[in-house]
């Protein structure tokens, strides 16, 4: 569904990722794992085209996005969901909901928001609250849910368990499951080992910008010298 092929992006003269190529198949939850600083982010930015590579391409579905707009990198159906949620602070739960509703694709899981208030009991519930007087963790669920009223074919989610409580973490584990059970292909960036070990089918570790490692957690635990040198604090 997605391939990365040889990218190169900067920050200004910073050159945060260096010759990166990476798969992620139809049907399947793919962890993108490092420190902090690693590449991480950067990597679902470049993909969505809001940091463009100077260097190398990102094509989905057969067609390369590389410089592209973001609006039209999300309309081809890539759902992204930033760490720093970006929910509307003003906005009820609905509403939040409504501002992110497209077109169903062919080739993607249909979303309305009664079927997300089943994913996500917890919304349902503050159906009618404003984003501002939700829990850090509920916002979290509130980007997730509007990002799946887009109808994406993937999903980018960046950092899904950082800063929230450690009940919500498992709700959102469990969420992921879901979405896969759906047929909806999802790459996380996580710091997160335990979650993403949870969720995801395969691993791609990033160090500096540059990948380490891609397989399965069955190898990745059969390499703790991998494990120890690049996702150890």
Sequence with gaps: MLSVERIHSYYGKAHILNDLSFEVRRGEVVALLGRNGAGKSTTMKSVMQLVRPRQGQVVFQ???????????????????????????????VVENLEVGRQPRRQDAPHWTVEQLFEIFPNLSERRANRGKHMSGGEQQMLTIARTLMGNPSLLLLDEPSEGIAPVIVEQ??????????????????????????????????????????????????????????????
Excluded: W
């Design 62 to 92: 057969g067609e390369n996005l590389i410089g592209q707009p973001a609006f039209r990198v999300a309309k081809q159906g890539i759902g992204y969901v930033p760490e720093d949620r970006r929910i509307f602070t003003d906005l009820t």
């Design 172 to 233: 959102m584990a469990a969420t992921i499951l879901k979405l896969k059970a759906e047929g909806l292909t999802v790459m996380i960036s996580e710091q997160n080992l335990h979650f993403a070990r949870a969720v995801a089918d395969r691993a791609i570790i990033i160090e500096g910008g540059e990948k380490k490692f891609d397989g399965s957690f069955k190898e990745l635990e059969e390499h703790p010298e991998i494990r120890d040198a690049y996702l150890s604090v």
